[in-house]
């Protein structure tokens, strides 16, 4: 299994900036994707980047151009740089990663976890 702990989240104001923090432990060598999620109150869990082991990384249109997430795989790291933060972008901010194999039958990756989660709150 893998274990992830986020960090970073705060209180910023309207137009500002803040880094998540995700560092993962354990069977490192099954993930294979990386990405950031977020669920505001009374909302769905929604994506918004994620990054695979080659590198690649894609972006909803909501936070593209104002997220950039990366990943430093000697710290086994993940980030996510958010830049021109508004209130709507107001959550909490889950990490995930998954990989091994993919069982089509149950929809559902061998290895598949989350944290914690961190509070990201954007004032107007």
């Known amino acids: 299994q893998v274990q992830l702990v986020e960090s970073g989240g705060g209180l910023v104001q309207f137009g500002g900036s803040l880094r998540l923090s995700c560092a993962a432990s354990?069977?490192?060598?099954?993930?294979?994707?990386m990405a950031w999620y977020r669920q505001a109150p009374g909302k769905e869990r929604e994506l918004v980047a994620s990054?695979?082991?080659?590198?690649?990384?894609y972006y909803p249109d909501s936070v593209k151009v104002r997220f950039t997430i990366s990943r430093d795989n000697a710290k086994n790291t993940v980030y996510l740089q958010m830049n021109s933060l508004k209130p709507e972008d107001t959550a909490v901010y889950y990490c995930?990663?998954?990989?091994?194999?993919?069982?089509?039958?149950?929809?559902?990756?061998?290895?598949?976890?989350w944290g914690q989660g961190t509070q990201v709150t954007v004032s107007s």
């Open positions: 354990g069977s490192i060598f099954s993930i294979n994707h």
């Open positions: 995930r990663a998954w990989g091994g194999g993919y069982d089509v039958n149950s929809k559902r990756w061998q290895y598949d976890s």
């Open positions: 990054i695979t082991s080659g590198g690649s990384t």
